[in-house]
């Protein structure tokens, strides 16, 4: 019942707004090494720096939107607007002022890939309608079996995963800790800014 009622948490979101594994191991505990082309993104935040691989080879479209988004720097001086412990820490779209960012626009949504929302994964939030994920996205704090992909429905498309933790769990926990306020419309929002200083392809 506790997965549901955050499920619906997630999809009241406006954003402005399956039994395979997760390939490459358990998050946070990666080398680092780019497999099979996927891109390793760098996102440094005032808790710390976070290290992800992005699964092109699961999620193109997601990881092309992803990338985009990068290469504009909309990421840069954003922050971590919504932070439910045990559940998800969301962010990508707002300023500390909770002014938010604009977007391009929504992508198909690719849950059906077979990536499930497990531990330190890297996926999408949107509204309630299936293919409406722009810009903010959120890191799973656990396996969250209610946000997967169980069918075409609408209430059963899932959230599609396209990244997760190779390093840095330490700092997604971090951010899970902080405590939070309402700041009208908005709930579980940080009480002091997570920030969101910079995302970059590591390498470039």
Do not use: W
Request: proline letters at 7%.
């Amino acid at each position: 019942m506790r997965n549901m009622l955050l499920a619906t948490c997630v999809l009241a979101l406006a954003i402005g707004g399956c039994s395979s594994k997760t390939p490459g191991g358990a998050p946070g505990k990666g080398s680092g090494a780019v497999t099979g082309g996927n891109p390793i993104i760098e996102m440094v935040t005032s808790k710390g720096t976070i290290e992800l691989e992005l699964f092109a080879d699961k999620a193109p479209i997601g990881v092309k939107n992803f990338l985009a988004y990068i290469d504009k720097k909309q990421y840069d001086g954003t922050i971590f607007h919504r932070v439910i412990p045990d559940f998800m820490i969301q962010g990508g779209g707002f300023s500390p002022e909770m002014t938010e960012r604009p977007t391009d626009a929504p992508i198909k949504n690719e849950a059906g890939n077979g990536l499930l929302n497990e531990r330190g994964t890297l996926a999408y939030a949107r509204k309630p309608m299936v293919d409406s994920a722009t810009c903010q996205f959120f890191i799973n704090l656990k396996h969250n079996v209610a946000l997967d992909h169980r069918d075409d429905s609408p209430q059963g498309f899932g959230y599609a995963v396209f990244g997760k933790v190779l390093k840095g769990m330490e700092a997604v926990d971090a951010i899970a800790a902080v405590p939070t306020t309402t700041k009208p419309p908005h709930a579980n929002v940080p009480v002091e800014p997570v920030v969101i200083q910079s995302v970059k392809v590591k390498g470039k």
